[in-house]
C-alpha cells in the first residue's frame, strides 16, 4: 500500500480534529474516525470517513494513528482497557500524538508505544479555527528523524510547515512555550482594552493605533478586535483550553527549576475567569473578568 492510500485513524472530532480528518479524507486519504461522543462522528460521515465502535478497532485498520483531544487523561481513555488502542494486536502502526498535553504523559505514552513495537511522533500544532480549515497550521514534532518523514506527507495535508523540534516530548515542550507568547498577547491585549474603558476610552482607538504601529500590529490582534469590541467570544481557542496549558507550562517550569512570573500571573487571571464561567467561551473572554462588568 503506498503511503498516500494508507488508512488514517483518527481520534477526536472537536473544533480542530474533524477538519483534520476532513482534509485527510479530501486529499485521498481513507480515514476512520473515533469520538467518545457518538454524536460528533456524524460530521465525519459527509466527508466519507468510516466510523470505528471503539478505539482497538480503529486501530486494528489503520497505518497511522492519530489522536486529538483534550488531555492526556482523555489519552488514557481511549489507550486502556479491553477496547482501548493498546489492546489490538497490530503492530505496523505510527501513532502521531497531535494533543497538548504534559512532558510526562507525553513520554508515558511515547514509551507505551515503543513496548507495542508502534513508531510514535510527538506532533501538536499551533493555529486554531481558521488555520485548520485553511490547512495553515504549523506543526510541532517531536521524534526520531525517519518517523517523520515517514509521516511528512501526511502532515503537510493538515498544515504549511513542520519544525522538527527534536526527540520524544521537544515537541510538547515547544508547544507550550509557543503557547506561552500566546498567553501572554492576549492578557496584554485584554487589559489594555480593560484599561482603556475604565479611562472611558473606545477600545477600538486602542486597535486603531496598534494597527498604525509597525511594531505592534500583527494578525492576532485583528482576529481578536471584533470579540472584544462586541463583547462576543466564540471560541476559536477555548479559555478552558488555553488554562489547561499554562498550567502544563508552570508545572514544566517548576520541574526545571525555570522561574515564569508573568505567566503566573496570567495563570491567576485565568483561573478566576474559569471560576467565573468563561471556560468554554474564547480565550480572549479574560477581559470580562478584567472589566468587571463594565461594559462601555
Not at 474533524?18 to 467518545?36: D, F
Request: hydrophobic share 40%; charged share 20%.
Amino acid at each position: 500500500m503506498s503511503e498516500e492510500l494508507a488508512t488514517v485513524g483518527f481520534i477526536g472530532l472537536g473544533i480542530m480534529g474533524l477538519p483534520m480528518a476532513g482534509h485527510l479524507a479530501r486529499a485521498g486519504y481513507p480515514v476512520t474516525v473515533y469520538n467518545r461522543t457518538p454524536s460528533k462522528s456524524e460530521g465525519a460521515l459527509l466527508f466519507g470517513a468510516r466510523v470505528a465502535r471503539n478505539p482497538r478497532d480503529l486501530a486494528s485498520e489503520c497505518r497511522y494513528l492519530i489522536t486529538m483531544v483534550t488531555d492526556g487523561n482523555a489519552i488514557r481513555g481511549i489507550m486502556e482497557g479491553p477496547e482501548g488502542i493498546l489492546s489490538t494486536e497490530k503492530r505496523d502502526l505510527t501513532w502521531i500524538q497531535m494533543s497538548t498535553i504534559d512532558l510526562p504523559s507525553t513520554h508515558e505514552f511515547a514509551d507505551a508505544a515503543e513496548k507495542k513495537g508502534w513508531s510514535f511522533l510527538d506532533c501538536p500544532v499551533t493555529g486554531s479555527k481558521k488555520q485548520v480549515e485553511e490547512s495553515e497550521l504549523i506543526l510541532l514534532a517531536g521524534g526520531k528523524p525517519k518517523v517523520l518523514e515517514d509521516c511528512r506527507a501526511l502532515l503537510l495535508r493538515l498544515g504549511k510547515t513542520v519544525v522538527h523540534a527534536g526527540d520524544v516530548g521537544a515537541g510538547t515542550a515547544l508547544k507550550l512555550c509557543v503557547n506561552l507568547v500566546l498567553a501572554q498577547m492576549t492578557t496584554a491585549m485584554a487589559e489594555a482594552a480593560a484599561l482603556a474603558t475604565a479611562e472611558g476610552i473606545d477600545p477600538a482607538k486602542v486597535f486603531e493605533v496598534i494597527k498604525q504601529s509597525p511594531a505592534l500590529d500583527c494578525g492576532y490582534f485583528r482576529i481578536k478586535e471584533e470579540s472584544v469590541l462586541n463583547w462576543n467570544f466564540p471560541p476559536a481557542f477555548s479559555l478552558a483550553n488555553m488554562l489547561k496549558d499554562v498550567r502544563f507550562m508552570t508545572a514544566e517550569a517548576g520541574r526545571r527549576g525555570q522561574s515564569l512570573p508573568v505567566t503566573s500571573a496570567v495563570q491567576a487571571v485565568m483561573e478566576r475567569s474559569l471560576a467565573e464561567g468563561h471556560g468554554p467561551e474564547d480565550l480572549m473572554s479574560i477581559y470580562l473578568t478584567l472589566c468587571r462588568g463594565r461594559k462601555q
